[in-house]
């Protein structure tokens, strides 16, 4: 029997309902995060690494994407290299209209940050979260439409040592989901939640993205999830599997299409976000900056809502702090428990000081 490839007519009214009921999930792969040229920003970074002529790469797995590494240190080299090409992405008109459409969660599959600043273009608020090797994932609030949550599954390129780049990280990163410490537990009690999940240029193809969708735990078929999928560039095989073993119904082959007509169809309902439908308050804003670990920025604008007398002065205190650690950490001179310790403190103490300024 020939496999079943087939696309699927498209419940538009049910995903919007979904939507507004918080029920929806989106599982964003690298297919949606294309450069002006159409290239994927994966393909352009592996371009830029030229892995051929690369000294700091011994091999790179096509088929998983991973690499190997003779020495630690190039892992680091790589690693800075990949912060780099991901410094400079901007995010597409895909992830834009993402950015509006009401997801309270999203889940990524790629190491960047090139959605967040899609939601930072629009001026929207969001929440940041990621998995970390070895460690407890940092706890976040409920995700809802006004504050969702953008998580990146595989890790970030700012934290080094959370990103999945070779078969070891993979293999920590199966540990991590054996534990049951690959997701904070508001996430998987929100995930509990989920009647609908939508996934967008997701790699089904790679062996390892099975384990994930494990972690969702859509091949249980006592829940009652309804699965849409748009991918370009699957092949046959692929949908077959995703088909029988996980009942994803493939609704489109053309992404860009799909998300465009999801907008409109949320725009008619008024369903959409705008930058004036979240978090206005200064207060909320520098609890946002913090939660999306943009220090620098929740300090001055502390600084800014503090009036003169001693709250200024501690607040100035706090931000010559910030500067000293962030130049240690330029230096290399903090052990990376200690940076992170550190850095919660900060965080804490900027918190704290805000609610001073708020009481008086």
Not at 135 to 148: I, W, Y
Not at 275 to 284: F, V, Y
Not at 329 to 341: M, P
Request: charged content about 25%.
């Amino acid at each position: 029997m020939p496999p079943n490839t087939n696309t699927v007519a498209i419940d538009w009214r049910f995903i919007l309902d979904k939507l507004r009921r918080e029920q929806c999930l989106l599982v964003l792969g690298p297919e949606a995060y294309l450069g002006a040229d159409g290239v994927t920003h994966r393909e352009q970074l592996l371009r830029q690494l030229d892995i051929g002529n690369n000294p700091n790469i011994i091999r790179h797995y096509a088929d998983d994407d991973l690499f190997l590494f003779d020495q630690p240190y190039k892992r680091t080299l790589i690693c800075h290299e990949i912060q780099a090409f991901y410094e400079q992405a901007e995010p597409n008109e895909t992830l834009r209209m993402i950015a509006e459409i009401p997801f309270n969660i999203i889940l990524t599959v790629t190491p960047d940050g090139t959605l967040a600043k899609a939601f930072e273009a629009a001026e929207l608020p969001y929440q940041f979260g990621y998995y970390k090797k070895d460690k407890d994932p940092q706890p976040v609030k409920k995700p809802t439409r006004q504050l969702p949550l953008i998580y990146n599954t595989f890790g970030y390129v700012e934290s080094e040592e959370s990103i999945v780049l070779t078969h070891n990280d993979l293999y920590d990163y199966f540990k991590s989901i054996f534990a049951h410490r690959s997701m904070p537990e508001e996430l998987k009690t929100q995930l509990r939640e989920v009647k609908n999940i939508i996934f967008l240029g997701v790699p089904f193809e790679k062996w390892y993205m099975q384990l994930l969708l494990r972690e969702l735990e859509i091949h249980r078929q006592e829940y009652a999830f309804i699965r849409f999928a748009a991918n370009q560039t699957l092949s046959d095989e692929a949908r077959a599997l995703c088909v029988d073993q996980f009942q994803i119904n493939f609704v489109a082959r053309n992404l860009p299409d799909f998300i465009r007509e999801l907008h409109q169809q949320c725009a008619e309902q008024g369903l959409l976000r705008s930058a004036d439908s979240g978090e206005d308050s200064r207060p909320q804003q520098i609890r946002r900056l913090v939660s999306n670990a943009k220090l620098d920025e929740a300090i001055e604008m502390l600084r800014e809502l503090t009036a003169p007398g001693d709250l200024a002065d501690e607040v100035s205190g706090l931000a010559g702090r910030y500067r000293r650690y962030k130049l240690k950490e330029s230096q290399g001179v903090l052990y990376e428990q200690d940076k992170e310790v550190q850095y919660n403190q900060i965080s804490t103490s900027v918190l704290d000081l805000l609610k001073e300024v708020e009481a008086g």
